[in-house]
């Protein structure tokens, strides 16, 4: 979407707001110190939200800062931790979305929870067929002709009932999704319902946003309130009355949208610099004359384009982005696991056209993967099997890999990066999150790789082993690697790299030297982002 | 949370690796105390002997199958590869013994032949399987059809070896004691596949891709090479199995190889190797193999009718799965 077409879209949106005097003065919802832990991991520390009839809240904050595991403990996808949720002053545990649904809470979720074999009708009452049962048969008939009303009740006149999900494009998915979850709480019978809509505009263009706009208004000034989560800033500002930032996992503060604009909010969600040793700034390299990767106008089909940059010798450069940005993606084609649709990929000035990231691995380039359970260890594996993954090659003595080069290897890393596991044949499963992390490390430091892409390297690990992590990239670029770092927050990948390129919506927006004396700070690169 | 977990699900997995590790070894001894203790002459030279010469080609095809199930995948074609080398190697002596020919290179040139075809079709199928992505589980099964109808194409009879090359596939009868020359054959393949899996690098990254092929691939391992280069050993395997059999009974049968599938698929799964793969061994494999022939064996001894020999199979294959499944990953089930 153009910058023009987003501020017509916007104009058109600011014109169907009302003014917010009609909100009620009781809470509908609120949450107080809820706190979740995934492993050893907080997400979240104790944060605070509250709705009143009528409002639509702004959730805002950084990738990780805590906004999708609070609306999944809020709609029952998850329990939380700790701290209490209550909803018409009476206390609220929702045990699945099912349960949330029939006391009022809906979501209309990040990732499209239609099933798209079935027909619009079918998903708008799925899970509530029995309510249109004719003996014992289902009456497809009334299904589809209250489906209709559904629809209707949202703007939408023009998708039949009986049209296949998958047949529809995103966007019409998207508004379906939503006049399902209005459906869901309309029929739990409370007159003021909380909706909870994560990142809905993505993929929607500017007459859908509006239309979207226009809903969210019209379901507020029903009564029911509304939790509204998105990247973009813009939307916030105009179609909320009211934001909170959140950042690690804590509540920042809430004020009312007519106070707030982009650089107060921008400078509450990246909030105080960490300090230079958290980083180990004194140990930061200057990158090297020599250029060990070069991207030229690498493009991914609808995914990034125009992508141009140089890695150093020593050097380490942060993609910064939040997610859908095409940050990742990049990380993914310079790893070999995705073929670019555009441009060209060189290393140490040799032209490569990888198809698979063994072939990557043998020109030294190796990526840690961002979700460390899915792609980054073995799990039935041991410590020293998950170890010598990339290189078991290098520990063969003829055919054979030699099983004490392997344990020799092992103990090295368990030793040099303080792993704590019972030894080297203990199964990776036993581990915690932040020496599972290490183990992988140890893997691509064993590999031998000169280019690493790391890929939300302190993703799910705690602040020590983080540290310790921020530590062993301070030794690649010693010793003359070259690193490509995806921040889990924007603070950290300032704090680590020597250069910065800021992506949105699949475009580079901006670069940043960052050296260790002369960080840019956190808003200015924040704010080329969202 | 996690610690608990973690302590809760290795405190379940050890005791299923108890199970795995022992329950073929108890079956091996229970089974060989019953029928000892009811039938005379069990544990005879003679009915040893046929025991264990029985089990050689059992105890290929179920090498490769290992290899297969440790990565996640499953070929059920084995038994009807087996079929076809066995009618094209008997076919192929039928053919030859005319030519002139020595009788041995006709022997060779027959058992070349019938190795090339199990090559190709193993090929053949981990390339469907991994390039197309087409589930090994029906891509076997299409397979399994197909040389099933080529088997009973190439001869719908079972055809005999010629008594004039009969001295060719005499090897087969060679005995040392009770021990056979075909199962220390068996054996030696079986022990070969073990260290290759156990101590190469690319039979190690068998292990990690059943144990999380996404991150074998993005640690750098050649998946798809690996995967297929497997199924095409797989293929070797089993149409030397094919050949075992023709040199066994000295003649061919086009449907040979179909009680097979069952029975390889069984001897893994009491062998200890997990369907989900990344779990299991060689070793493991030979007792289940061991098991799964004292059985059939003993029923043979006993009388039972051959119809009802499958039900007891089948029964042991969902026993010994049931036991040793990993349900510690909630709503997922494997294949």
């Given at each position: 979407?153009?910058?023009?077409?987003?501020?017509?879209?916007?104009?058109?949106?600011?014109?169907?707001?009302?003014?917010?005097?009609?909100?009620?003065?009781?809470?509908?919802?609120?949450?107080?110190?809820?706190?979740?832990?995934?492993?050893?991991?907080?997400?979240?520390?104790?944060v605070e939200l509250e709705v009143h009839p009528g409002e639509i809240v702004g959730l805002v904050g950084e990738n990780g800062a805590g906004k999708s595991t609070l609306l999944k403990i809020i709609i029952g996808a998850q329990p939380q931790t700790a701290g209490t949720m209550t909803l018409h002053g009476k206390p609220y545990a929702p045990k699945t979305p099912m349960d949330a649904n029939r006391e009022g809470v809906g979501m209309v979720f990040q990732e499209q929870s239609l099933i798209v074999t079935l027909n619009v009708a079918q998903n708008i009452f799925f899970g509530h067929e029995k309510d249109f049962k004719s003996g014992p048969v289902i009456n497809w008939g009334r299904m589809n002709k209250e489906a209709a009303e559904v629809l209707a009740d949202v703007d939408i006149t023009d998708i039949p009932p009986t049209k296949k999900v998958s047949d529809l494009n995103f966007a019409t998915r998207q508004m379906v999704e939503i006049a399902k979850v209005m459906n869901v709480t309309k029929q739990s019978g409370t007159d003021h319902c909380l909706i909870l809509l994560d990142e809905p505009t993505s993929v929607?263009?500017?007459?859908?946003?509006?239309?979207?706009?226009?809903?969210?208004?019209?379901?507020a000034d029903r009564g029911h309130g509304i939790i509204f989560v998105s990247h973009h800033l813009d939307e916030i500002l105009h179609i909320t009355d009211r934001i909170y930032v959140y950042k690690d996992g804590t509540s920042?503060?809430?004020?009312?949208?007519?106070?707030?604009?982009?650089?107060?909010?921008?400078?509450?969600?990246?909030?105080?610099?960490?300090?230079?040793?958290?980083y180990h700034l004194d140990r930061q390299t200057v990158p090297q004359e020599e250029v060990l990767l070069e991207a030229k106008d690498l493009g991914l089909h609808g995914v990034f384009k125009h992508v141009n940059f140089q890695l150093h010798k020593g050097e380490v450069l942060g993609l910064c982005g939040?997610?859908?940005?095409?940050?990742?993606?990049?990380?993914?084609?310079?790893?070999?696991?995705?073929?670019?649709?555009?441009?060209?990929?060189?290393?140490?000035?040799?032209?490569?056209?990888?198809?698979?990231?063994?072939?990557?691995l043998k020109e030294g380039v190796l990526m840690i993967p961002k979700e460390r359970l899915f792609e980054g260890i073995v799990s039935t594996l041991s410590v020293e099997d998950n170890i010598s993954l990339s290189n078991a090659s290098e520990l063969a003595k003829g055919p054979f890999v030699s099983a004490q080069a392997v344990r020799e290897q092992a103990n090295k890393w368990i030793q040099d990066l303080r792993i704590k596991t019972n030894g080297p044949k203990e199964l990776l499963r036993q581990l915690s999150g932040g020496n599972q992390q290490k183990v992988v490390f140890s893997r691509a430091l064993a590999s031998g790789a000169e280019i690493l892409l790391l890929n939300h390297p302190t993703r799910g690990v705690d602040v020590g082993a983080k540290e310790e992590i921020y530590a062993l990239i301070r030794n690649m670029t010693d010793e003359g690697k070259a690193v490509i770092v995806l921040g889990d927050t924007t603070d950290e990948c300032i704090g680590l790299c020597s250069r910065l390129l800021v992506m949105k919506d699949g475009l580079v927006t901006g670069e940043f030297e960052a050296p260790a004396d002369h960080k840019p700070s956190q808003v200015d690169v924040v704010s080329l982002m969202m | 949370m996690?610690?608990?977990?973690?302590?809760?699900?290795?405190?379940?997995?050890?005791?299923?690796?108890?199970?795995?590790?022992?329950?073929?070894?108890?079956?091996?001894?229970?089974?060989?105390?019953?029928?000892?203790?009811?039938?005379?002459?069990?544990?005879?030279?003679m009915n040893l002997r046929n025991l264990l010469r029985d089990t050689a080609p059992l105890m290929i095809m179920s090498a490769g199958m290992t290899m297969v199930l440790l990565f996640g995948s499953i070929d059920l074609s084995m038994?009807?590869?087996?079929?076809?080398?066995?009618?094209?190697y008997v076919h192929l002596l039928l053919y030859f013994q005319d030519s002139g020919m020595n009788a041995a290179v006709v022997n060779l040139l027959a058992m070349g032949i019938s190795l090339l075809f199990g090559l190709a079709s193993g090929l053949a199928?981990?390339?469907?399987?991994?390039?197309?992505?087409?589930?090994?589980?029906?891509?076997?099964?299409?397979?399994?059809?197909?040389?099933?109808?080529?088997?009973?194409?190439?001869?719908?009879?079972?055809?005999?070896?010629?008594?004039?090359?009969?001295?060719?596939?005499?090897?087969?009868?060679?005995?040392?004691?009770?021990?056979?020359?075909?199962?220390?054959?068996?054996?030696i393949i079986i022990l070969f596949i073990h260290c290759v899996t156990r101590f190469t690098p690319s039979g190690r990254a068998i292990f990690a891709i059943g144990g999380n092929e996404r991150t074998a691939r993005v640690a750098g391992m050649g998946v798809d090479s690996t995967k297929i280069l497997v199924f095409a050993i797989n293929g070797v395997l089993a149409a030397l199995a094919g050949i075992f059999l023709a040199a066994n009974l000295r003649s061919s049968a086009p449907t040979i190889g179909d009680p097979f599938t069952l029975k390889i698929v069984a001897a893994c799964a009491l062998g200890g190797t997990s369907l989900a793969g990344g779990k299991g061994s060689e070793l493991g494999t030979i007792l289940g193999v061991f098991t799964v022939s004292i059985i059939e064996n003993g029923m043979n001894f006993i009388g039972v009718n051959a119809y009802y020999q499958n039900i007891v199979f089948g029964i042991f294959v969902l026993a010994a799965i049931a036991l040793t499944v990993d349900r510690s990953i909630r709503g997922q089930i494997v294949k």
């Open positions: 979407m153009s910058e023009m077409e987003r501020n017509e879209a916007q104009a058109a949106a600011v014109e169907t707001a009302q003014p917010a005097g009609h909100i009620g003065t009781d809470v509908l919802f609120s949450a107080k110190d809820i706190t979740k832990t995934f492993g050893g991991t907080q997400a979240l520390k104790g929607l263009n500017e007459a859908e946003v509006e239309n979207l706009y226009k809903q969210m208004r019209k379901i920042v503060g809430s004020l009312d949208t007519k106070d707030a604009n982009e650089a107060k909010l921008y400078e509450m969600m990246v909030g105080h610099d960490t300090t230079t040793e958290y939040v997610v859908g940005s095409g940050a990742e993606e990049v990380c993914e084609v310079l790893c070999g696991d995705e073929k670019p649709s555009f441009g060209e990929i060189y290393i140490r000035g040799k032209q490569m056209k990888f198809s698979s990231p063994k072939q990557a | 996690s610690t608990k977990t973690t302590a809760l699900s290795g405190g379940r997995s050890s005791l299923r690796d108890n199970i795995t590790r022992y329950f073929s070894f108890s079956a091996i001894i229970i089974l060989v105390v019953v029928l000892t203790a009811t039938q005379d002459n069990f544990l005879g030279q038994g009807a590869v087996c079929s076809v080398s066995n009618v094209t199928l981990g390339f469907i399987h991994v390039k197309l992505k087409v589930p090994s589980f029906i891509a076997s099964l299409g397979f399994m059809s197909l040389w099933q109808s080529v088997a009973l194409l190439i001869t719908m009879n079972p055809e005999s070896v010629p008594k004039v090359l009969w001295p060719a596939v005499d090897w087969y009868k060679i005995v040392f004691g009770v021990v056979g020359l075909p199962l220390i054959i068996a054996l």
